[in-house]
């Protein structure tokens, strides 16, 4: 059963950046083909999709957030990552991070999901 | 980007009724849609993959139909475990995938 977790500072001050990282279990990260995605929903607000790694290490972002966002990958520890710059209190959220098994598939599985609090 | 539209944003049932939600794409998608259910402070769960697939283990009670711009998710007979906010998202176009805004449903 795979398995995901978030990971990282609770709170970002204004300005700084970001930092999550997506620890994955019960399968390997570079097999099968797979995007690894992130997703954030402020308090009481829907989902927004912030980008995906696939497997390959090619990436996709949402393009109201591009210029400030990274998502790499490391292998040797199966985990994926999330560096978002520059925050403001409307990056404040829950982020989650999930497996996307690709366009038809949906993302099946889902991380329990961490807050970030941006405040200074 | 495409925008997804969930109708209506809330809805009250009881348990057993009839339930269908639905969600409009602002340009085909082909049946590239998918639907997730939320329960407060929980994941979301998928439900609903290429429109109307049932994902691995949940119950025959969900059902989706539709392709194009208009979608459907259908509950049979509500049950009290299905009371929480579903969501719809496309996955025809990247790099941008959207959701829909959600659908809060609420017991009656």
């Known amino acids: 059963q795979v398995q995901l977790q978030e990971s990282g500072p609770g709170l970002v001050k204004p300005s700084q950046t970001l930092s999550l990282t997506c620890t994955v279990s019960?399968?390997?990260?570079?097999?099968?083909?797979?995007?690894w995605s992130w997703i954030r929903q402020p308090a009481g607000k829907g989902l927004e999709w912030i980008g995906r790694i696939y497997t390959s290490g090619s990436t996709n972002y949402n393009p109201s957030l591009k210029s400030r966002v990274t998502i790499s990958v490391d292998t040797s520890k199966n985990q994926f990552s999330l560096k978002l710059s520059s925050v403001t209190a409307a990056d404040t959220a829950v982020y989650y991070c999930?497996?996307?098994?690709?366009?038809?598939?949906?993302?099946?599985?889902w991380g329990q999901g961490t807050l970030v609090t941006v405040s200074s | 980007d495409i925008q997804m539209t969930q109708s209506p944003s809330s809805l009250s049932a009881s348990v057993g009724d009839r339930v269908t939600i639905t969600c409009r794409a602002s340009?085909?998608?082909?049946?590239?849609l998918n639907w997730y259910q939320q329960k407060p402070g929980k994941a979301p769960k998928l439900l609903i993959y290429?429109?109307?697939s049932l994902q691995s283990g949940v119950p025959s009670r969900f059902s989706g139909s539709g392709s194009g711009t208009d979608f459907t998710l259908t509950i049979s007979s509500l049950q009290p475990e299905d009371f929480a906010t579903y969501y719809c998202?496309?996955?025809?176009?990247?790099?941008?995938?959207?959701f829909g805004q959600g659908t809060r449903l609420e017991i009656k």
């Open positions: 998202q496309q996955s025809y176009s990247t790099p941008s995938i959207t």
């Open positions: 290429a429109a109307s």
């Open positions: 999930a497996r996307d098994s690709g366009r038809g598939y949906g993302m099946d599985y």
């Open positions: 019960g399968g390997s990260i570079s097999s099968g083909s797979y995007y």
């Open positions: 340009q085909s998608i082909s049946s590239y």
